[in-house]
């Protein structure tokens, strides 16, 4: 991610302020002079927050948290629309519903409609109904696509909420601080920075100004999204390493045993039939049982008996 300096600021704009009269007085310590009726902010002060404010962004991204951009001014519409589109993050850019977060159980209901409305009208299921009833479909699909297309895919409250001018946004920054989700606003010098968590003191009526300062936030957001995914790719590898060690380990135990099993078999005693001629062998040598003085054949005469 670049660093943003002090001279880029300078050249979008971001250093001007509202007229005097229209000041708020908790802007102070962001007001570096006043010029032609006009106040300057301090862009030394810009600078610091917005790096705080980015640092922050980037470890509610890099943990998986979502953060809800709001522009609704002409002028910041297309820009943190693309923006929040390229960090894959949610945004309204059309109109604040009221109770978007107070009552998002409600808008959860409205987009479910609106999708089942877009499928029914992709997959052919709306072939049976009549012309009239499909164009009044596509039309009410269209209506809330425009308000709730930027948040269809947002299944649960956000993390933390982007605005560009907390002053235009004051709905959306009263919900959220209703609910305790942390704010992140760029504050002109009309605004009071006490109402958001981080207040980036900017121009927030100028094109280039609201640019240069969503890009960097979302800089930022891309980069923590990215880190996150390389720590789970490196999860998943060591897991896949320690799966294939455990397998080896497996293979070689069996490997083991078999080889064991094989020496066990080779170590038998010999059947008890070869033992038994072994025996016969060595004892033909010899005289044989039978063989004595008093064995001998028929010749021989036993004592104490006639013949």
Do not use: C
């Not at 948040?151 to 933390?160: D, G, T, V, Y």
Request: without cysteine.
């Amino acid at each position: 991610m670049n660093k943003l300096e002090y001279k880029d600021l300078l050249e979008a704009g971001v250093h001007f302020g509202h007229l005097k009269k229209k000041w708020n007085p908790r802007m102070l310590p962001y007001i570096f002079m006043e010029r032609k009726g006009i106040h300057i902010i301090d862009l030394n002060k810009t600078l610091e927050n917005l790096d705080e404010a980015a640092a922050a962004m980037k470890q509610m991204a890099r943990s998986g948290k979502k953060i809800l951009f709001v522009a609704t001014k002409k002028q910041a519409k297309e820009i943190v629309s693309e923006a929040a589109q390229k960090a894959g993050m949610p945004f309204v850019t059309e109109r604040w519903l009221g109770g978007m977060l107070t009552n998002f159980s409600t808008i959860r209901k409205s987009i479910k409609k609106m999708q089942s409305i877009e499928k029914m009208l992709t997959d052919g299921t709306a072939v049976n109904i009549t012309k009239k009833e499909r164009l009044r479909l596509s039309r009410e699909k269209a209506k809330m696509e425009k308000v709730l297309g930027g948040i269809a895919s947002l299944n649960r409250i956000p993390a933390a909420i982007f605005l560009v001018d907390i002053m235009h946004e004051h709905i959306a920054l009263l919900e959220a601080k209703k609910l305790g989700i942390q704010t992140i606003g760029m504050v002109d010098t009309n605004s009071d920075p006490t109402q958001v968590d981080f207040a980036i003191p900017a121009n927030d009526d100028a094109t280039k100004s609201i640019a240069i300062i969503t890009s960097y936030i979302t800089d930022s957001l891309v980069e923590g999204i990215n880190e996150r995914q390389k720590e789970k790719d490196s999860m998943e590898a060591s897991e896949e390493d320690e799966t294939s060690d455990s397998s080896r380990e497996l293979i070689a135990g069996e490997e083991e045993e078999v080889l064991g099993e094989g020496d066990k078999r080779d170590r038998k005693p010999a059947p008890k039939g070869g033992t038994l001629r072994r025996r016969q062998q060595r004892g033909g040598s010899g005289p044989s049982r039978g063989a004595g003085p008093n064995r001998g054949g028929g010749g021989g005469a036993r004592p104490g008996v006639k013949r």
